[in-house]
């Protein structure tokens, strides 16, 4: 889609796609691809986020809310700020030099949430925002951190990246949280942040299935979220140097750095994985509360167990049918003694495991 002005703002949601302009124009399209100016920001937006009945967007000018088009008032909105999301209904925005707000009604009214961030948010640029099944993550200079509750308690989530990360982009898919610095990708596995190796890329994104980067010919690439996915070029028809991707119902929407938005519908490339897989396992467990995660391509009944040096079974957490999708099961297992166990995954003729040490005070 030739534009009049730059893309610097991207986001869909079902079947929606919004886009900000350098000239402070937004814009939104559905299934059809025809596109209406909606709104007029009177500056670039940073980032878009579609709140129900009604559209947020951050500009250098501060965060608007927009509802049916007009302007709608804000109380107490937060400054600078630079990341958006929706978890549950409820709004989450990252600031520059202040942690994370958040809005229960849609932005029309906003709080500190910083409890449990590096610093309780002073000073701290909250850059990036995903959201996993069962969790929010917000990327920052010390690294990553999650919350369970919609953005109220923050924690650390994970270790194992480089500190001090610099630029960091995260990205959620399904079940799976991503984090990329300097051209290295890691995935949280359990609460280790584990790097999954391959070519430098920069992360642009993510969708329920599949990760969207940058490579070093400035080509855009994608690989699945499962488990020994390798990064394959996308950029078909695609000129060099994307900044943004986003899906929605119908398309996926890519704008890039010369100007213009393109799209592609999503029933093309990439496709679901056709395998299962197990993941993530937590690497040691000593008792507390933890879960195991796996995904199904297809429906299937899963037995899902812990197995002892000598490989005979020492614990079975699930045992029924599960829909496709991404699941997570606690890992319940009381008086299982201290050692190296193999988390075992079947589903079907399918049969994969994962090492899971067990420690003990």
């Not at 709104?39 to 980032?47: H, K, N, Q, V, Y």
């Not at 707000?101 to 849609?106: P, T, V």
């Not at 290295?184 to 596995?189: A, I, N, P, V």
């Amino acid at each position: 889609m030739p534009l009049t002005a730059d893309v610097v703002a991207l986001t869909g949601v079902e079947a929606t796609a919004y886009v900000g302009l350098s000239d402070g124009r937004v814009l939104r399209t559905g299934p059809d691809g025809d596109w209406a100016t909606i709104a007029e920001a009177g500056a670039p937006p940073r980032a878009l986020l579609a709140v129900p009945g009604g559209l947020l967007l951050a500009t250098d000018a501060g965060l608007r809310r927009f509802i049916g088009g007009r302007l709608a008032p804000t109380d107490q909105p937060p400054e600078s700020v630079i990341a958006l999301a929706l978890v549950g209904g409820v709004a989450v925005a990252g600031t520059l030099d202040r942690g994370v707000f958040r809005s229960e009604d849609g932005g029309a009214s906003w709080t500190a949430s910083n409890e449990g961030l590096p610093f309780r948010g002073v000073g701290l640029a909250a850059s990036a925002l995903a959201i996993t099944a069962d969790r929010v993550l917000v990327g920052h200079g010390l690294g990553v951190s999650q919350s369970r509750d919609a953005g109220l308690h923050w924690e650390t989530a994970g270790a194992g990246l480089p500190v001090p990360c610099g630029p960091l982009s995260i990205a959620a898919s399904g079940m799976w949280a991503y984090a990329e610095s300097g051209g290295r990708l890691f995935r949280l596995d359990g609460e280790t942040w584990v790097e999954r190796g391959g070519p430098a890329v920069a992360l642009l994104g993510a969708d329920a299935h599949a990760l969207y980067g940058v490579d070093a010919g400035r080509r855009l690439v994608w690989r699945s979220a499962m488990p020994g996915a390798h990064w394959t070029t996308y950029d078909e028809g695609l000129p060099p140097g994307p900044v943004a991707v986003t899906a929605a119902a119908a398309w996926r929407l890519a704008a890039v750095e010369t100007g213009g938005l393109w799209r592609r519908p999503t029933s093309a490339p990439p496709p679901v994985s056709a395998a299962p897989s197990l993941g993530p396992v937590p690497p040691f467990w000593t008792g507390g509360p933890a879960e195991v995660g796996f995904h199904l391509p297809v429906p299937a009944h899963v037995v899902l167990a812990l197995d002892g040096a000598n490989g005979s079974e020492a614990a079975r957490l699930a045992d029924r049918s599960f829909a496709a999708g991404s699941h997570v099961v606690p890992l319940v297992a009381a008086g299982l003694p201290a050692g190296l166990y193999q988390c075992r995954l079947t589903a079907g003729a399918f049969v994969t495991s994962r090492p899971l040490a067990v420690l003990r005070a």
